[in-house]
């Protein structure tokens, strides 16, 4: 494998890992209830921002698909090992 596919792997591990920003927003929100702090209001307000929403949808949903065609191209090219 060279670098470049290494690379992506470890990317779309990262996306798949950590939790989307939909989740982040809603324990936020329960930490501003519970104490109110100003750095953590500030990260709420970017979080629920709809450019950073739509950009963190966007890359989750490309790494997704990234996956699935990954797993189409290995499944073809264990059907042709097959048939040959």
Same mark, same amino acid.
């Given at each position: ?5 290494? =690379?992506?792997? #470890?990317? @779309?591990?990262?996306?798949? *890992?950590?939790? $989307? ?8 929100? +329960? ?16 979080? =629920?921002?709809? #450019?950073? @929403?739509?950009?963190?949808? *966007?890359?989750? $949903? ?8 990954? +797993? ?13």
């Amino acid at each position: 494998m060279d670098e470049a596919m290494v =690379s992506a792997e #470890r990317w @779309r591990e990262q996306v798949r *890992a950590r939790g $989307s920003i939909e989740q982040d927003r809603e324990a936020l929100a +329960r930490l501003i209830e519970y104490d109110h702090d100003p750095f953590e209001t500030e990260l709420y307000e970017s979080s =629920s921002d709809p #450019r950073n @929403r739509l950009a963190d949808k *966007a890359e989750r $949903s490309y790494a997704g698909q990234y996956d699935r065609r990954l +797993r189409r191209l290995r499944e073809r090219a264990r059907h042709t090992e097959a048939d040959e």
